[in-house]
């Protein structure tokens, strides 16, 4: 069946420019999370969706991120006035659920890469 | 100090030799742990979950020591296709996300 599906692939932005990432997740999925991965780094997490509930955005590193999943399906996570350090990939990965205390298995998508000059 | 420690190598192995990497996580009462698999420019793929016993896929054994708080994963008879970064992943407890190490960089080199 169809994965984690992100667009676009690759984005260049002129910095100060606002930036909007899509995600859309497996169906019937109910979690959703997207990371930044620096280069030469592991994915780090940014924020958490249950349905439409956004449940954990600790990671998000300032006010100028925002992500939203409105419906409980397709989420978008916006850059706002980027800076060269947002330069990274943001991957969005979806699961089933979380099942008492065992972790559904996180399935990714194919990442956008941001290049903010 | 970080959630999950890795020596990012690389690791360069001759075909068809073993080769074995640990990594080491902060929280004591994590739960989950996985090795995840990222080959160059794509996304990362879960390669095995890590159980408190050990357990093993093909080629692929990955082993749990609690007490002294790291994650193993051992490849044997590498082929070239293994060449990949190896990702050591841990669910922190009450938590939802995962927290990733930085990888370790293997090169197998016919």
């Known amino acids: 069946g169809a994965g984690v599906s992100q667009s676009p692939r690759y984005k260049v932005a002129k910095r100060g420019q606002d930036v909007a990432l899509r995600c859309d997740p497996i169906?019937?999925?109910?979690?959703l999370f997207w990371y930044q991965q620096a280069l030469g780094q592991g994915p780090e997490f940014l924020t958490y969706f249950q349905n439409e509930a956004q449940l954990d955005k600790s990671g998000l590193p300032s006010d100028r991120f925002f992500a939203e999943r409105p419906e409980g399906s397709v989420s978008t996570l916006k850059i706002q006035r980027t800076q060269q350090e947002d330069s990274a990939v943001y991957l969005c990965a979806s699961s089933l659920d979380r099942v008492d205390e065992q972790q559904e298995t996180q399935y990714f998508g194919p990442g956008t890469r941001l290049l903010v000059l | 100090r970080k959630e999950v420690e890795q020596d990012p190598g690389p690791f360069n192995v001759p075909e068809g030799a073993t080769v074995a990497f640990n990594c080491t996580y902060s929280n004591s009462a994590s739960q989950s742990f996985f090795w995840y698999r990222q080959d160059c420019r794509k996304e990362p793929k879960l390669l095995m979950s890590v159980y408190s016993s050990g357990n093993e896929d093909g080629r692929f054994t990955a082993q749990l020591n609690r007490a002294s708080q790291y994650i193993s994963l051992l490849i044997r008879d590498s082929k070239l296709s293994d060449s990949a970064t190896y990702l050591c992943v841990v669910n922190p407890p009450v938590d939802n996300r995962l927290a990733f190490g930085k990888g370790n960089q293997v090169v197998v080199i016919p």
């Open positions: 169906s019937g999925h109910v979690s």
